[in-house]
Each structure stands twice: as structure tokens, then as C-alpha cells.
């Protein structure tokens, strides 16, 4: 049973992933943005609630420490270029996260919607 769950979640990745980005014309991004802004500053507050966008943002590539533990170079490398795109002289910016925010697929986005949600459940 758990393997022909894993396959089915393996195949829908996969399709995904060579079908390019999902619900691209039909979702404005913008209202999504504002959504996750809105219920992290709901459960953050306003003055930490980029911080913790920034951080959760890269919790979906993984924790730093466990791509270092892996020697997964490709996440690492990722990892920090998204972590640099949401800074400005050092300090998380709200207009390079809305920047970094349009320019991931929309099936990421909309996952970042769905955590952004369950945070205040």
C-alpha cells in the first residue's frame, strides 16, 4: 500500500515537473502574495512576520544543516541563492521576497498559500 502511494506522489511530481508550471494564466499572483503576507503578519506580527517568510521559504528546499549533512550541493546552492534574493544590506526586504514570490511556479506558491494558512491552525 505505501509504495503505490509513494509512486503515485513520484508520478505526479514528475508530470508536473515536465509539464512546466501549473495554473500559470489562470491564478493572479499578486492576490496570493498579499494572502501570505497577510497571514503571516496575522500570526508573526509586523515586525517579524518577513523573517519568518524568508525562513519558511527556504524550508521547502530543506534545512541548510541537513543539505550540508547530505553533501547536496545542487540544494545548497539553491538554498543560498534563495536566501540572498530575499535580502537587502543584510536584511530581509519585503520587496525582494514579493520579487523572489513571482518568479517561483505557481504550484510552489500556492503550497507556500496552504502553509502560510495552516500556521494559524
Partial sequence: MGNSKSSL???????????????????????IINL?????????????YLDWISNDLLVFIGYKIDLEKANDIEGIKLWDEL????????????????ELLNDVPTYYLMSF????????K
Avoid: P, Q, V
Fill in 9 to 31: 506522489k513520484k508520478r505526479i511530481s514528475t508530470y508536473i515537473f515536465l509539464k512546466g508550471d501549473i495554473l500559470d494564466n489562470d491564478l493572479n499572483k499578486n492576490i
Fill in 36 to 48: 501570505i503576507f497577510k497571514l503571516y503578519k496575522k500570526h508573526y506580527g509586523a515586525s517579524e
Fill in 83 to 98: 536566501n540572498k534574493k530575499t535580502m537587502l544590506n543584510g536584511k530581509t526586504n519585503k520587496n525582494k521576497i514579493i
Fill in 113 to 120: 498559500l496552504g502553509w502560510a494558512y495552516l500556521l494559524g
